[in-house]
């Protein structure tokens, strides 16, 4: 149980153009998901806290404006890089919170993105 | 964002040798995690440890949360190849819905 998808997994774009990056959690509701970036050789750095049906929460640094944060449904929050450019090239990993078990939050397989 | 002091930073080990990393933090916290990252996918659970003093084990991994609530540790006994990845610690504090991370440690296995 407790399964997060992450869609898609690789996405290769053009400079100026925007991503959109889906979190579901399969066979559970998720009030609150989070968004970490990675960049190689790195940890994880949290983004943003994305509750449903609120604005998200950013993490000092982030720009909200850059990183579009939707959580419209209890099992779905996206990210949405705009415009995005070489240097938001990372490896982006959502987790959802999970108020039973053996752990707070149960991540997603992460989505590579790669800017040119 | 705060990261959490995980060392050793990387380690270079041969086929059946013990491992060990720690991890420390400023901060106390309720939960610490043991998490691997295998390339290009997203962390899984080890471990978890829910109170102070606790040690925990998984096959062959034992983790244990420090008494001071601010530091724990990690073993892994005689490694085995599918054991090369990168680990981190986490933390985690009721209230606060967050986890935070260690900085990692990138366990090789030399042949």
């Known amino acids: 149980g407790a399964v997060v998808s992450q869609h898609p997994s690789w996405v290769i774009c053009k400079s100026g153009t925007s991503v959109k990056i889906e979190c579901r959690s399969l066979?559970?509701?998720?009030?609150?998901m989070f968004w970490y970036r990675q960049f190689p050789k790195q940890s994880l750095m949290l983004m943003a806290t994305?509750?449903?049906?609120?604005?998200?929460?950013?993490e000092q640094g982030v720009e909200k404006d850059k990183f579009l944060i939707n959580h419209a449904s209890l099992t779905l929050s996206t990210l949405t890089v705009t415009s995005a450019h070489p240097e938001d090239s990372s490896f982006y990993i959502c987790?959802?919170?999970?108020?039973?078990?053996?752990?707070?939050?149960?991540f997603g397989d992460g989505t590579r993105l790669s800017i040119l | 964002g705060q990261q959490l002091n995980q060392s050793p930073q990387s380690m270079f080990i041969q086929e059946g040798e013990d491992v060990s990393m720690n991890c420390t933090s400023s901060?106390?916290?309720?939960?610490w995690l043991w998490y691997k990252q295998d390339p290009g996918e997203g962390p899984v659970l080890l471990i978890a440890?829910?109170?102070?003093?606790e040690l925990t084990s998984n096959g062959r991994l034992t983790a244990q949360f420090g008494i001071t609530r601010k530091d724990s540790f990690l073993n892994i006994s005689a490694s085995i190849p599918s054991d090369v990845g990168i680990y981190f610690c986490?933390?985690?504090?009721?209230?606060?819905?967050?986890?935070?991370f260690g900085t990692g440690t990138r366990l090789t296995i030399i042949p």
């Open positions: 987790s959802a919170r999970v108020d039973t078990g053996d752990q707070p939050q149960h």
């Open positions: 066979d559970f509701q998720a009030t609150t």
């Open positions: 994305s509750n449903e049906g609120s604005k998200a929460t950013y």
């Open positions: 901060s106390i916290f309720n939960t």
């Open positions: 440890l829910y109170k102070a003093g």
């Open positions: 986490a933390g985690f504090y009721f209230g606060n819905e967050k986890l935070t």
